[in-house]
């Protein structure tokens, strides 16, 4: 019996301790490294801050940087204690090449995100037209950017698709231009209609006088001249300017006894049938 107990101190002293001192080391190491990551993290997190990086970016960077590390760390735990890494990293990169395979729709969508956020074609707020949709950016999310449409319709769109297609951005600059067509008939002063149209136009609210309106001849038809208004507005207000441009037209043209030509409106009514 003595001997058998003597074995088993012997077996324990020879073979459990050390691996009873690995555990206790790599816990040790665990707690350590995990502490070095968080700290790396908060100083990368302020660093990102104060270059006023956007939120989503910087905790998109933040979990790349904390993931990588840590799987590192495991690594090396793992290798202390004994245990093979080598076939260990190959299965990780096999299992990464599969898993990309599978996912390369999302993850084109991610790396697109990644872009439209480092590039800034655009910000949450402003109206964009891209991919089939023309809508306020809610948010840009990492596989997706969220619209809200004129129709308080809420659209998602994959990055991807939207990066690979031009993008319209009606609110980058500070003010934004609008024509509205106005066709006419021929036999009046064109000359004339045109300055009191422009001073009516002037005096819509919203739109602004820096630059000035102007209204030019923008063509000439059988039926007579299309003039084009050109006015200046908010990017926020170019819906309301617009309406209201086109009806301050219409009442010029109602005020000024402007009437369709009997032959004219024969013409007219033939061309749509």
């Not at 088993?8 to 690995?22: G, I, R, V, W």
């Not at 891209?130 to 950017?145: D, H």
Request: a positive charge; aromatic letters at 6%.
């Amino acid at each position: 019996m003595d001997a058998i107990i003597t074995q088993l101190q012997s077996l324990a002293l020879t073979s459990a301790l050390p691996y009873l001192l690995k555990a206790v080391g790599a816990l040790v190491l665990w707690f350590l490294g995990r502490t070095v990551i968080n700290g790396f993290r908060r100083v990368l997190n302020l660093a990102l801050q104060r270059r006023q990086l956007d939120a989503t970016l910087i905790r998109y960077i933040e979990s790349l940087f904390s993931g990588s590390l840590t799987m590192l760390l495991l690594l090396g735990i793992l290798g202390m204690m004994g245990v093979e890494t080598t076939s260990f990293a190959a299965l990780l990169a096999a299992a990464g090449i599969a898993i990309g395979t599978a996912w390369s729709g999302l993850l084109s969508n991610f790396a697109a995100g990644v872009f439209l956020l480092v590039l800034r074609p655009f910000r949450v707020g402003d109206e964009i037209s891209a991919a089939g949709v023309t809508g306020v950016v809610q948010e840009i999310g990492l596989f997706a950017t969220t619209l809200d449409t004129s129709d308080n319709l809420r659209i998602s769109v994959g990055n991807n698709r939207l990066f690979g297609d031009n993008i319209i951005n009606f609110t980058h600059h500070p003010h934004r231009k609008l024509v509205i067509k106005l066709p006419l008939l021929h036999g009046g002063d064109v000359r004339l209609q045109m300055r009191a149209l422009l001073e009516m136009v002037s005096t819509v609210p919203g739109v602004l006088q820096q630059p000035a309106p102007a209204i030019e001849v923008a063509e000439f038809t059988a039926l007579g001249p299309v003039l084009g208004i050109g006015v200046h507005c908010k990017p926020t207000q170019a819906t309301a300017v617009h309406a209201a441009v086109a009806g301050a037209a219409a009442d010029f043209l109602v005020a000024s006894g402007y009437s369709v030509p009997q032959d004219t409106a024969r013409l007219l009514t033939a061309r749509a049938g």
